[in-house]
Antibody, heavy 122, light 107 residues
Framework: QVQLVESGGGVVQPGTSLRLSCAAS????????MHWVRQAPGKGLEWVAL????????NFADSVRGRFTISRDKFKNMVYLQMSSLRSDDTGIYYC???????????????WGQGTLVTASS | DIQMTQSPSSVSASVGDRVTITCRAS??????LAWYQQKPGKAPKLLIY???SLQSGVPSRFSGSGSGTDFTLTISSLQPEDFATYYC?????????FGGGTKVEIK
């Protein structure tokens, strides 16, 4: 069965960096675009970043563009979110999610991980 | 950016009730819309995509309708496991955006 397992969250000081990882299994990883979606404590959902199935296309929310990067390793079936210049409003649960279809659009998130908590606080 | 507005923000209902949640987009998104269910402490779950297509494994009491800017999620007969928060999401253009959520509570 499809599984997405995030890791790498933690408590960090504002202005520092953190890398999140997502381990994918149970499907042909190289056929699907992948995403990161976050949720601030007690708040709604916010799409963060997308990477295409082959890693050639990436897109980001304006709130993280220039600070976050997304990458994938086709041999390890992993997706990464490198976060830098973290701010307090980056605090939240970060979910890794799979695209329903192999292309980059339309984007519907059909499988989600359990999430990893990032807290940027001094 | 496309703004997604859900109403109501919360609704109290009883088991067996018919519940309707609406989502309005700030511009035309054709049928590029999804609905998700999220329970406390859990990841969201895809219920409906392309406005009215039921995701595999989702009970048929869930249905979606609409196109253009106005959309509806209907739960035909509310079950105990349906008490949760529901979000709409537009897939028309980047940045992808979600509605603010509708919490379905026990009456």
């Amino acid at each position: 069965q499809v599984q997405l397992v995030e890791s790498g969250g933690g408590v960090v000081q504002p202005g520092t960096s953190l890398r999140l990882s997502c381990a994918a299994s149970g499907f042909i990883f190289n056929d699907y675009a992948m995403h990161w979606v976050r949720q601030a404590p007690g708040k709604g959902l916010e799409w963060v970043a997308l990477i295409s199935y082959d890693g050639r296309y990436k897109n980001f929310a304006d709130s993280v563009r220039g600070r976050f990067t997304i990458s994938r390793d086709k041999f390890k079936n992993m997706v990464y979110l490198q976060m830098s210049s973290l701010r307090s409003d980056d605090t939240g649960i970060y979910y890794c999610a799979r695209n329903l279809v192999g292309a980059v659009d339309p984007v519907y998130f059909d499988y989600w991980g359990q999430g990893t908590l990032v807290t940027a606080s001094s | 950016d496309i703004q997604m507005t859900q109403s109501p923000s919360s609704v109290s209902a009883s088991v067996g009730d018919r519940v309707t949640i609406t989502c309005r987009a700030s511009q035309v998104i054709n049928s590029w819309l999804a609905w998700y269910q999220q329970k406390p402490g859990k990841a969201p779950k895809l219920l409906i995509y392309a406005a009215s297509s039921l995701q595999s494994g989702v009970p048929s009491r869930f249905s979606g309708s609409g196109s253009g800017t106005d959309f509806t999620l209907t739960i035909s007969s509310l079950q105990p496991e349906d008490f949760a928060t529901y979000y709409c999401q537009q897939a028309n253009s980047f940045p992808l955006t979600f509605g603010g959520g509708t919490k379905v509570e026990i009456k």
